[in-house]
C-alpha cells in the first residue's frame, strides 16, 4: 500500500482547508471516506453529492424525510456498520488500489478525509499511516472526537484563516518524514 495520511476533525470550512493545503502541498490523492454516504445521501434528497457535500448545512432540514443532513447521514453510516463495520475503509482500500496507476504521474500517497471511527483510525494505525486531528483554536474537543494517540499529529487551525503552507511548514515537513519513511521502509 503507498504511503497513507488521515485527516479527522469537525466537518468545517477549516478542515477542508487543511485537506487542499496539505494535498498540494505533498502532492497526494485525496479520498474522502464518506462519499459512499454523501452519494446515497445525495441520491435520497436529489441533490448533486458535490454540491451536498460543500454547499449544504448539516443542520438543512428535509422535509420529504423528516430529517436534518447530519441524522440522515448518521444513520446511513450506522446502518452501513451494522451490515459491514469495514465498509467505509474497504471502500478506502478499493480507491487506493483503483488509483495506484497515478502514481506514474508523481503523487507519494493518499490522504484519506473524514476519519470519525475508532475502526477506521485503527485502519489507518494498522496500515502504518499518519493520522493527523484537526480542531479550531478555541474550540474544546467534544465527546465524539478520536482519542489521539502517540505518532499522531495535531493542527489547529483559527477561526479567522484558513491554513496555507505556511503556517502549516512544521505539520508539512513532519507528514514528508513519515511519507519518506513509508517509502523507504517498502522499498527495504
Not at 48 to 75: A, I, N, W
Not at 76 to 94: P, S
Not at 151 to 162: A, Y
Request: charged fraction near 20%; glycine fraction near 4%.
Amino acid at each position: 500500500m503507498k504511503p497513507l495520511i488521515a485527516i479527522t476533525g469537525p466537518h468545517s470550512i477549516r478542515t477542508r482547508d487543511v485537506v487542499k493545503t496539505l494535498l498540494t502541498a505533498l502532492k497526494l490523492l485525496h479520498i474522502n471516506i464518506r462519499q459512499p454516504i454523501v452519494d446515497f445521501t445525495a441520491d435520497c434528497v436529489n441533490v448533486d453529492p458535490y454540491h451536498l457535500d460543500h454547499h449544504v448545512p448539516l443542520h438543512q432540514y428535509f422535509s420529504e424525510c423528516g430529517v436534518t443532513l447530519r441524522e440522515m447521514q448518521k444513520t446511513i453510516h450506522h446502518y452501513l456498520c451494522l451490515a459491514n463495520k469495514n465498509y467505509l475503509t474497504d471502500f478506502a482500500k478499493k480507491e487506493m488500489d483503483k488509483n495506484n496507476f497515478l502514481f506514474l504521474h508523481g503523487a507519494c500517497g493518499f490522504i484519506v478525509s473524514n476519519i470519525t471511527t475508532e475502526t477506521e483510525a485503527a485502519w489507518v494505525r494498522k496500515n502504518n499511516g499518519l493520522l493527523i486531528h484537526v480542531s479550531e483554536h478555541g474550540f474544546l474537543a467534544n465527546e465524539l472526537s478520536l482519542k489521539k494517540q502517540p505518532g499522531d499529529e495535531e493542527i489547529i487551525t483559527c477561526r479567522e484563516s484558513p491554513p496555507d503552507v505556511q503556517n502549516l511548514a512544521g505539520v508539512i515537513n513532519r507528514i514528508s518524514q513519515h511519507l519518506q519513511q513509508s517509502i523507504n521502509a517498502k522499498a527495504a
